[in-house]
């Protein structure tokens, strides 16, 4: 078997008493890039502080390429970090930022500095900076500089702890191009934190979700997108209408079960296999842009009354009352049936898009 | 129109220093250009005599002394200092507040009787050539009276607060995050406090130096009670001289003189403090 080469072992992390990363285990690979996704306060920046030794942890382990790195000092460590507000030395020009990493560790003399600084920035696409002091850079720019200051030092890992979260939205689709370009090109494993999760979806190989300091699931942003391991992650990717049903009768691959009046069969999922049996309550998950309104009666749909409907430039939302809930529907062609406010109208979805899953205790009060 | 209302709140204190500071100064120098009688009677006739004396090399020792002393005292307090208001800033809040409180505590007493309290401490009977002589480890008080050096703890003990808070403010500053990416790029503690937190503290260096440095100049019974006028100093000499010497023409050309070495010092510091990048610092 191929070794990872981070293998994070039962991780555990204590802020006075409270626990901030319970038992995190996860190998991340060479090459890939890595997405920390979760909503903040959840631990994924206590996490990448782990990696890069700025935050000790109480227990467990942190292996790189095999070798434990949990006792070293963060800069004893083959890894490096874009922070959050990029963190570049304000008393130096950009030249002497990107060069700090190397001059530090008297790695290379200064002719081959020149031309490794020379070479990162023109891989950030920074060439012609190097004088400027970082107050005279944009946001973007600095972004950029951080980013070359830690790629110069050529480390194992790459850590992003939520580098676009300063910069504007045409600013950050961008950004998120050119990170995505930058992993390829360099073929430095990435690890970056993030609590947004377009971002995520967008660049990721695969996806860590964490809550409440424990990891939820890690799989591919397709994974996770279409089959959610838990409630949480199911609330937290994709809009979804989410909301109790009874269960009617469970099999393997659809389950039956029952809003109101309406009969419906929908996907199980693996969670829900085992868990579930009928006359269970268990919750019923389905993408608000997997959704259809009509105004023929048909199958496997709830039948609901239309209580508003926006229209939003490229896409339409209507709000439907099922059986006293109100479900979300975002439609972006022409709406299929022409609704009024009032109208009885019938709710239906892709199969695709709706997911059974089971209760768990308590996740109404947290919102979910 | 708005500007010129909006300056209007400027006159008070415009008039406030006219009446009291420029006014002195008007009339210092304007005293450092007359003459006295040998009763010490100002005598208005101009002359540059006074400031002949000033540059007469006997009295270049009393400068070279004031700005040894300043210059020593700025260095004590900066390297005591230094480290206390850099742990200060990095305490938990409660312990902090409690910390720069003390740090402030002997401003609440009489800066005189804490000399006095020096005095104590240090004479032949003193506390702690007592404490010596009563545990047998010395068979004579030890002289620590009276010297250059009992000056310079006392001028240097009486300026530490302003220092400690001085550094204690550009220090807390300080972004943190740029300390995590020093170490993370490979460097080692010290190595993050010479590259990243001293030039970036440069500031609060320059303006604590300045603020221990230019009282330094002028602390004149610091010296007189604990230095007993052994060493001469351009504070007690000017001290002297006004009162004890009834020449206050030739005590107001010694002021001129002593503000000519505060000017220099804050244009040091203007430089240092324009210079807040650090550029150049190490290339």
């Known amino acids: 078997m191929k070794q990872p080469l981070l293998a994070l072992v039962e991780l555990n992390k204590y802020y006075g008493d409270v626990h901030v990363l319970k038992d995190v285990s996860f190998d991340i690979n060479e090459g890939e890039f890595l997405t920390l996704l979760g909503p903040s306060g959840c631990g994924k920046t206590t996490l990448l502080r782990c990696i890069a030794g700025l935050e000790r942890i109480q227990s467990g382990d942190i292996l790189l390429a095999g070798t434990s790195i949990k006792e070293l000092a963060p800069n004893k460590r083959n890894v490096n970090t874009v922070f959050q507000n990029y963190a570049l030395f304000p008393h130096f020009n950009v030249y002497d930022n990107v060069a700090y990493g190397p001059r530090m560790k008297k790695s290379m003399g200064e002719a081959e500095l020149k031309t490794k600084v020379a070479e990162v920035l023109e891989l950030v696409q920074m060439s012609g900076y190097e004088q400027r002091m970082p107050h005279q850079l944009s946001g973007g720019q600095r972004q950029r500089i951080a980013i070359a200051r830690a790629l110069i030092n050529e480390p194992a890992i790459l850590l992003l702890d939520e580098p676009l979260g300063a910069l504007d939205l045409k600013l950050r689709k961008h950004m998120q191009t050119e990170l995505a370009r930058l992993q390829r090109k360099t073929g430095t494993t990435f690890v970056y934190v993030t609590h947004d999760q377009e971002e995520a979806l967008n660049m990721s190989d695969r996806i860590v979700v964490i809550d409440q300091g424990q990891v939820q699931q890690l799989g591919s942003p397709r994974e996770i997108y279409n089959n959610p391991a838990n409630l949480f992650v199911t609330s937290f990717i994709g809009d979804r209408n989410i909301f109790p049903v009874e269960v009617l009768q469970v099999g393997d691959d659809y389950s039956q079960v029952r809003l109101g009046e309406d009969v419906v069969a929908v996907r199980s999922s693996p969670s829900a296999r085992g868990a579930l049996s009928a006359d269970d309550e268990a919750v019923l998950a389905i993408l608000m842009d997997k959704m259809r309104i009509s105004c023929e009666q048909m199958d496997n749909a709830f039948r609901g009354e239309v209580v508003s409907i926006h229209y939003a430039g490229s896409q339409i939302r209507i709000e439907v009352r099922v059986a006293g809930r109100i479900l979300t529907v975002v439609e972006y062609q022409k709406l299929e049936c022409e609704c009024q406010v009032g109208d009885s109208v019938f709710v239906s979805w892709e199969e695709s898009g709706a997911y059974l899953l089971p209760q768990e205790d308590g996740w109404e009060e947290r919102g979910l | ?283």
């Open chain 2, 1 to 283: 129109m708005k500007t010129w209302k909006r300056n209007l709140l400027a006159v008070p204190i415009l008039v406030w220093i006219g009446l009291l500071v420029g006014i002195p100064m008007v009339l210092v120098v304007a005293l450092s250009f007359l003459s006295r009688d040998h009763l010490g009677n100002i005598v208005y006739q101009f002359t540059l005599d006074n400031y002949r004396r000033v540059l007469d090399p006997i009295y270049l020792r009393v400068f070279l002394n004031s700005l040894l002393l300043a210059l020593l005292t700025g260095l004590i307090t900066l390297l005591v200092g230094y480290p206390v208001a850099y742990i200060t800033s990095n305490l938990p809040p409660r312990r902090r507040a409690l910390a720069l409180g003390l740090i402030m505590l002997p401003f609440w007493i009489s800066s005189l009787l804490r000399t006095y309290g020096w005095m104590i401490l240090l004479g032949n009977a003193g506390l702690i050539n007592n404490v010596l002589l009563a545990l047998k480890i010395i068979d004579k008080p030890l002289p620590m009276m009276y010297k250059f050096s009992t000056s310079l703890v006392g001028t240097a003990y009486m300026l530490m607060p302003f220092m400690i808070v001085a550094v204690f403010n550009s220090v807390d500053k300080l972004d943190r995050s740029l300390l995590e990416a020093s170490y993370d790029l490979g460097a080692s503690k010290w190595k993050t406090f010479f590259h990243i937190t001293v030039p970036l503290t440069l500031p609060g260096i320059a303006g604590g130096f300045t603020l221990v440095f230019i009282p330094a100049l002028g602390l004149y019974f610091v010296s007189d009670l604990l230095g007993g006028g052994n060493t001469v100093f351009l504070g007690n000499l000017i001290h002297t001289m006004a009162t004890r010497g009834r020449n206050r023409p030739l005590a107001a050309a010694f002021s001129m003189g002593m503000i000519a070495l505060v000017l220099m010092v804050l244009s040091l510091y203007m430089k240092a403090s324009k210079d807040k990048t650090g550029e150049g610092l190490f290339q």
